[in-house]
């Protein structure tokens, strides 16, 4: 299976590059592909969280240029609010520019389908994806606490609405993966290492800039060259030892390897007690959902997930400060409004004064 690792000089001739190696992408007329970026959320792609306008525009063009007719399916995860997270990020520029529709995964028709996994067996899979004949994967070169890696396998589980998603945690979410990864067989993939993220991913780790694109026909081989590009050992990331067990898989030939290096990418170093509590939450979320519409997840991580707080002292630029903010959350007290950004938690007051906003919570970047 081949791979192509692209050091980035020049995206748009990049992406020519990698649409004029794989034959999948040389027949696209009249072929309808749904881009899957990594837009979780409102995080920048600058700060290695979500996948890069600039390369998602790239792939759109050259679907447009081959005949492809093109739908953009994402939507934020657990924690974070998907109408903010797409009108922060600016999504809308897709639809406004190139008239490309954005199917919000956590709000449109689904039809429930047999798909036979291991732990997954009948999903709500929104209608629009059914049947296409591409699922165009855009994910982002990044860590995950919970899966170790979140590459292009473990971005297919945003194509999923919410509730489904909770069965994959809850049933086993690395399996989980594998099933789904075996059901959108049909893929092409370019993971966006212009800035990645290594750490506690996948939103408040580390961020790198290796400016690469890895670029394949198959999920399974691309995430498998990114953790050879990133020495990794897939062994230790059990979604993917799962599935080179269980998916076809003929080899890998990756191309472009000796030009890159990477100086340094830190998995998330977490514990079972850790991982056993977050499966917990969402075992139990599944089992008081008949009752209780308000997710346990998201109100356990907004709680006690990463949160910004400002240290009032360290301010030099107070009106800055407070008009960055794209939900209005900081009052002129310099108070963070709680319930306002609980569910943003862009961190654009901690990006742009790294001195004056400080993080407290589980999982957040190193300082
Ligand atoms: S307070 Fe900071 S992290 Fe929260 S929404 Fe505003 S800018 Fe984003």
Redesign the pocket.
Known sequence: MKVLVKKTTNLKENVREIFSEFPTLKKLKNKKVVIKPNWVS?RKSDTGVTTDFKLVEQVIVQLKKGGAKIVIAESAGYDFDPRETFRILGTDYFTKKYKVPILDTRDCPTKTVNIDGKVLKKIKVPREILGVDLIFNLPKLKTHMLTGVSFSLKNLLGLLPLEERRKAHTLGIHQAIVDLGKFFKKTAVIVDGLTAMGGCGPVFGDVIRPQVLIASESALAADLACCKILKINFKKIDHLRLAREQMEFDGLEIEGIRDFKIKKFDLPKVSIIYRGIYRSIFVLEEILSPFFKKSIVAWAVTRFGT??FILREKVKDKKELIR???????GDDLE??FE??RF???????DKFPQA?RLKGFSKPSE
């Open positions: 409102p949160m910004p960055i903010c794209p939900v209005r959350a900081i963070i409004n306002k950004c943003v938690r862009c961190l654009r007051c901690y906003v």
